[in-house]
């Protein structure tokens, strides 16, 4: 099973390109000389990203300007990126909200359109995606879910049933993909210091994005299955996720 | 940065302390500042290498300019670099060494980032040669709380230019920076070092500074006598280095992990400490080639290291005083070993002649003299008020950066065109140190 070429700089997709995990994995790739193409959806942003890469390595960067709920897009979007690198060695999908709970609670508008980012766009996404590695018997597709979806907490739970609907999607296209050497992998961070989560009170629990984003290197070039970023996520969860329901009910979480 | 951002108001020195109303994050130089609904006043925060004050706003706000971490070009024939101003020197070093590229200019420690290097103008081992910090810098772009996006070079808004270099962050925002890079031939550093028994012989030794790029000395501040300011030279040339080149994102592996007892690091045992370091040293000048990351930042190598002066933290003293005062820098030395209080190793440099390259630029022409002094409450702030006296009747100046208590006064002393920068700064921009030393 060859899922990247030996040698040579990889051509990377990254969805959400201006995330921050996501910049600090390209960073990573950029050193040895990477060719990227990057969707985002605020074009500045994009592109000083863009830029950033070229000055650390990058042998080539292409760039397009997407909102991903704009699904009616993804398949043009898919064909550029594959025809602007000739091929994906890695695609790496980022892209993400941290929904205010509340208001998902208060306004079903709110909690669907929370899904339509979270998980929909994703779904879109990755079936184009699929088919592409799938047809060319190659690649990596990485995506970043979350710790939140592992078990639903009344504090989160629109953005985990997104994330967790997301990871069981995975799971069967990793199960479908197998056989055509595509390797499929879901990294589920724990607290990361992004932008993403200004709000939270930051305790010892939290990673820097720059630490999150090499694991999500290390975990692609590994060829992993299901990653806990840091890895301590992954014994917590598992005691969280052991908790009979009729205790975790009761639970402020 | 490769780290949780907790910046919970503490600056290098760990005195004094402040607490701020929030942290306002800056990502993405092209947002508007994070100004809406904020009433206080702010003061941009990268890093938090500045000793005392400078970099605190107690009872403001902080612009925590960490998330403008991004290179924006480079041009590799011309060696021009635009970066945002949040990245880390050590950032820089570690993309432009393996290419043949060197800052121009470089402090004790590769934890700084741009902004702050621009906004404290800092210096180096090369300051005889290169000027300081400032000289290198071609543009940059400020954002003042007004919304306003001004870049700024020497021929273009040319006052707010030289109001921002060694401005301490009270002009705006600097939202990325252009400097220039300088040639080297590897990442090596050919060192000669020497240890030299009493003041005079410094500046006999430092009479030679011209002929190499990088000299210091590290001075025994305890010890007296005819032993006064005796310390260890070294001076340095650009070389390449045979082997792997040193990555400078590295964190080291010594770390110290909480506050040392407050009395670890006290008159005796530094005494101990300094004197060892001296006899320790070269009698005869000994030449070799060291990775650049060891002469530039011995102290990087152990993370954290200011926490050895436990829990009330420590200020570091820096002044310069003109060459034509070698009494003053004497009378400094004899004042610091006679006062009883705990010095480390200090550090002492001739100063270029290079004009300062900002209107609050604390580089020029003379000798500087850098100590750290655990803080021990009254008889330390009694101390530094006598030795400010010394550094103002002689015509120089005390460092900003480094500053946690002069007075008003001093500060007028020594930054004559004070009247002119105030005219510069943004309105909504303040720190504590500011505070302090703008008072009517």
Redesign the interface.
Known sequence: MSALPDAGARRVLIVGATSAIATETARVYAGSGARFFLVGR?P??LS??A??L????ARQVETAVLDLTDTGRHEEVVGAAVGALGGLDVVLVAHGVLPDQVRCQQSAPSALESLAVNFTSAVSLLTLLANRLEEQRSGVLAVITSVAGDRGRQSNYVYGAAKGGLGVFLQGLRNRLYRSGVVVITLKPGFV?T?MT?GIP?SPL???A??AGRAVYRAIETRRDVVYIPWFWRPIMAVVNSLPEAVFKRLRL | MDRVRHTAGLSWGRYPRATHTRILPVTWRSDPPPLEGVRETVLPHACGRSYGDSCLNAGGALLDATGLDRFISFDQAAGLLRCEAGVTLAEILALMVPRGWFLPVLPGTRWVSVGGAIANDIHGKNHHRAGSFGAHVTAFELLRSSGERLVCAPDRNPELFRATIGGLGLTGLILWAELRLVRVPGAGIAMERVRYPALGAFFELSAQDAEYEYTVAWVDCLARGRRLGRGVYMRGDHAELPGATPSPLRRPTLRVPADAPSLLLNRWTLSVFNAAYYVGAPRTLRRTVVPYDRFFFPLDGVDGWNRLYGPRGFVQYQCVVPEDHPEALRALLERVSHSGQAAGLGVLKRFGQAPPAGLLSFPRPGFTLAVDIAFRGERTLDLLEVLDTIVRHAGGAVYPAKDARMSAESFRAFFPHLEAFRAQADPRFSSSFWRRVSAA
């Open positions: 605020h500045k942003r000083a990203v830029d950033d070229r000055v650390r390595g210091d932008p200004l930051k939290f990673a820097s720059s630490r």
